[in-house]
């Protein structure tokens, strides 16, 4: 929980199935944080979801947990295969060797469409493409200027571009699926002309009698190609209002460790933003447990301090807002698209599935079935 942590006064086990927690003050962020998996430390994992693991290494075994307080799970035992490449998967999935793919790549959604034996699920990941600005640079530490550099950024054209239309455009840091987001509330905006005037008169004040000099950003980039189609097309568009995205490809470690020591001038990644305003609070709150850029500001600080202290529906949506147009006045980042992701599963098993949303919590409740039928929506 981060800071929000010392909002807990205290944490007791009642009984065998019942915990009790104490706060000193009303905390938002509480329910919020037990989202995340919770496991017993030590050699052999212990945790409290459908499936226990029984394995590790290139094949993973789980199998049904029988004390699971919904119910055993249909399914008795999932194994786990990794393979090199997506194709490679797909082959097998063809040949009924696999019953469901994790992931299948923007550039094989078509393809797997078409498959009659196949169900393919979309939904919109928690995760968000962006590229951080470190904004202790001169260069970067006019909001305006990064304010520039957002308005510069044609969101559509880059979901379509680089994302062959397999995305959310963004509209600021809140998850725009979350029921506090207020779509009237402030947003990103495509405003080249206006972004082109305010970054030639941060020339003239960079450089005085040579305000041509064009601002040079060096971006740090994931060696991959979803990665690289989106750089691809954000230095086209920085080009156009006279910015050089200088991309350097760099593997995570070496991403890290620039984070870790702040010797950066930006990062392109996709950030975890939802599906709660917890993993926002964490991320761009100056002492958040995840706040890898460095970034303060004391206007952002306290509206999501608004956020975690809130007590009414009212005042938690009132502080969304308040959140939403302080990051779109000070961005600490380019905010660009939500990623999408696609799930493949054989028409063996009936899927229960609602519209843009994950299959996998739903895992448990999958059936096979007979005649190869599914339950589903997509």
């Not at 307080?69 to 090199?84: F, S």
Request: aromatic share 8%.
């Amino acid at each position: 929980m981060g800071p929000a942590f010392a909002e807990v006064e205290g944490i007791t086990a009642l009984d065998a199935t019942r915990v009790e927690i104490r706060l000193r003050r009303p905390s938002s962020f509480l329910l919020d944080s037990l989202e995340s998996p919770i496991q017993k430390p030590g050699r052999t994992p212990q945790g409290t979801g459908p499936f226990i693991a029984s394995g590790s290494g290139p094949s993973t075994e789980m199998r049904s947990n029988g004390n699971y307080y919904l119910g055993a799970p249909t399914i008795d035992r999932i194994t786990i295969e990794t393979y090199p490449n997506v194709r490679a998967a797909w082959a097998d999935m063809l040949r009924g060797h696999l019953d469901m793919l994790h992931e299948v790549g923007v550039d094989a959604l078509d393809s797997m469409r078409g498959s009659n034996n196949v169900s393919v699920f979309t939904f919109t990941r928690h995760y968000q493409f962006l590229v951080i600005l470190n904004t202790r640079l001169p260069s970067l530490q006019s909001a305006e200027i990064r304010r520039a550099l957002n308005q510069a950024v044609d969101r559509d054209a880059i979901v379509k571009e680089a994302f062959s239309g397999h995305a959310l455009a963004s509209r600021g840091p809140v998850w725009p699926r979350h029921w506090a987001f207020d779509k009237n509330s402030p947003n990103l905006v495509y405003e080249p002309k206006a972004a082109l005037e305010t970054l030639r008169v941060g020339a003239t004040r960079r450089n005085g009698k040579n305000p041509a000099t064009r601002l040079t950003i060096r971006c740090l980039v994931p060696p991959d190609l979803t990665y690289e189609r989106v750089a691809l097309a954000v230095k086209r568009q920085l080009d156009s209002v006279g910015v050089d995205l200088v991309m350097q490809e760099a593997p995570m470690d070496e991403i890290g460790s620039a984070w870790e020591s702040k010797n950066f001038e930006a990062v392109l990644i996709d950030l975890v933003g939802g599906p709660t305003l917890y993993r926002p609070y964490q991320v761009w709150h100056s002492g958040g447990a995840q706040n890898i850029s460095g970034f303060s500001s004391s206007v952002v600080d306290e509206a999501l301090d608004r956020i975690r202290g809130a007590s009414t529906d009212g005042a938690f949506r009132t502080a969304v807002a308040t959140f939403q147009k302080a990051m779109i006045d000070d961005p600490p980042a380019i905010f660009l698209a939500w990623g999408e992701r696609a799930r493949a599963v054989s028409r063996r098993f009936a899927v229960p599935a609602e519209p843009n949303t994950d299959i996998i919590p739903t895992i448990r409740l999958w059936r096979p079935v007979a005649d190869g039928g599914v339950t589903s929506r997509h």
